[in-house]
Structures are given as C-alpha cells and as structure tokens.
Nanobody, 125 residues
Framework: QLQLVESGGGFVQPGGSLRLSCVAS????????IGWFRQAPGKEREGVSC????????NYADSVKGRFTISRDNAKNTVYLQMNSLKSGDTGVYYC??????????????????WGQGTQVTVSS
C-alpha cells in the first residue's frame, strides 16, 4: 500500500521553528517529486514547496521564500520541510504529496497522486 505519513507539526509562537517530516512506505521516493501543501481554516489548499526526485531543484511559494527549506533524504525515504520565522499566517494543516514525475509539476493538485493525512501547525502567541 502506497502511503505518506507526515509528522512534526505542533504549536509554536511567532518567530519559532518547526521541522516537518514526510515518510513514504510501500514505495521509494527517489523517482518522485514531492510537494508540501497547506490548508488554513476557511481557505483553499495551497502549494508551499516542492522538491525534485533527487533534490536538485526546489521551489517555494512567495509567502514562504527565505523562511522555509525543503530537503530530502532518499536513503531514509523521507522529505523534510524546515520552517523558520513562523508567522500566524502559516497556521494550517500541512500535507505532503507525491507526483509521479522527477521534476516538480507545480502545485496542480491533480498531478499529485498520493497524499498524506496531514499534520497540524499552529502559530500563535
């Protein structure tokens, strides 16, 4: 069974940091681009970041550039999202998703065929 499991979410004050992990099971990640998405209460899901299959290419939403860093360790079948200088606007459920391509296909949801269950990130004072 193909599965992605996110972890690392939690409650943090503005300016704080969290590192999210996305672990794959049932398949190897090394041939897939992986995206991170988030959904805030009452808002549509939006793309946050994406990394190519070997990590050579990354991209970020303008709202997180300079604060978030995506990386991957294919030997551990894991993708990470390091989030620094968190703001209240970063609050939401964060999802990782697999695209069956080596390069990032943008943030078009239908191009991602496997999704995790999400992990909650809450940024508040």
């Amino acid at each position: 069974q193909l599965q992605l499991v996110e972890s690392g979410g939690g409650f943090v004050q503005p300016g704080g940091s969290l590192r999210l992990s996305c672990v794959a099971s049932g398949f190897t990640l090394d041939s897939s681009a992986i995206g991170w998405f988030r959904q805030a209460p009452g808002k549509e899901r939006e793309g946050v970041s994406c990394i190519s299959s070997r990590g050579g290419s990354t991209n970020y939403a303008d709202s997180v550039k300079g604060r978030f860093t995506i990386s991957r360790d294919n030997a551990k079948n894991t993708v990470y999202l390091q989030m620094n200088s968190l703001k209240s606007g970063d609050t939401g459920v964060y999802y990782c998703a697999r695209a069956p391509f080596r390069t990032c296909p943008g943030y078009v949801f239908k191009l991602y065929n496997t999704w995790g269950q999400g992990t909650q990130v809450t940024v508040s004072s």
